[in-house]
């Protein structure tokens, strides 16, 4: 993370990768990360202890602290984070009185205080009081046959309305045959229904290299409205 001047957590040493299993409805409505085996579950990457001299903790939309396995925003704070920020417009502080930086994902800290990524403020779809992560949706696109592997984004759309909803793109070698997109765009709706129990207001099949990403591979969800509208 950049404004931590280089990171916020590792995973310990030979640990591999440890996944926290948790139920995937208490997730969405009440927003509590309970752990679970059974049922429909979502199994999510702890991202390991906090570096030394970094503060943690997370907040609910009324700007209270959470307790573990609380789901919220996730807040840092500590010697290593920047400021703010240098623009053309001048300083823009990126803490708050109390040295607190909102980093603008959702999560949770485990007991042993292992911090834990649910997804980012600005890409959760939220419909009739769930949070709808779009890594889920994704997910779900993604394991319908002649979708390309990570070319399928979903997009929230209506953000911030009473009535929020979603689309979904996914690239295919077979965008220009007619009968492939629609098993493709039918079998994506019923994989993503299957999986959130949502279905998306459309779902667009798309040619090779048009769902946007950064230098690094990552989906720009917030510039492929354009793609689904």
Same mark, same amino acid.
Do not use: C, F, K, P
């Given at each position: 993370m950049a404004e931590?001047?280089? /990171?916020v957590s590792f995973s310990e040493c030979n640990a591999g990768l440890v996944v926290d299993e948790v139920d995937a409805d208490l997730l969405a409505a009440l927003r509590r990360a309970v752990p679970a085996t059974k049922g429909n579950t979502r199994r999510l990457a702890t991202l390991g202890p906090l570096l030394q001299d970094l503060e943690a903790r997370i907040i609910d939309e009324q700007g209270d602290v959470m307790p573990a396995r609380g789901v919220g925003v996730i807040e840092l704070r500590g010697e290593s984070l920047t400021p703010g920020y240098l623009t053309m417009g001048g300083f823009i502080p990126a803490q708050d009185e109390h040295g607190w930086y909102d980093t603008g994902d959702l999560g949770y800290l485990t007991e042993e205080g292992h911090v834990v990524v649910c997804g980012r403020v600005k890409d959760v779809i939220i419909m009739a009081g769930r949070n709808i992560y779009p890594t889920d949706i994704e997910r779900a696109a993604g394991r319908v046959d002649g979708v390309r592997p990570g070319c399928a984004v979903a997009v929230r759309l209506d953000a911030?309305?009473?009535r929020e909803s979603f689309a979904v793109a996914v690239e295919s070698n077979a965008f220009e045959d007619p009968a492939e997109v &629609? &098993?493709?765009e039918h079998? +994506? /709706?019923h994989e993503? +229904? /299957?999986? +959130?129990? +949502? &279905?998306p207001r459309n779902v667009v099949v798309l040619g090779p290299g048009t769902i946007p990403k950064t230098p690094s591979g990552k989906l720009r969800r917030a510039n492929s409205v354009t793609l689904v509208t």
């Open positions: 931590t001047t280089l /990171a911030g309305h009473s &629609r &098993r493709i079998q +994506v /709706a993503v +229904v /299957a999986e +959130v129990d +949502v &279905r």
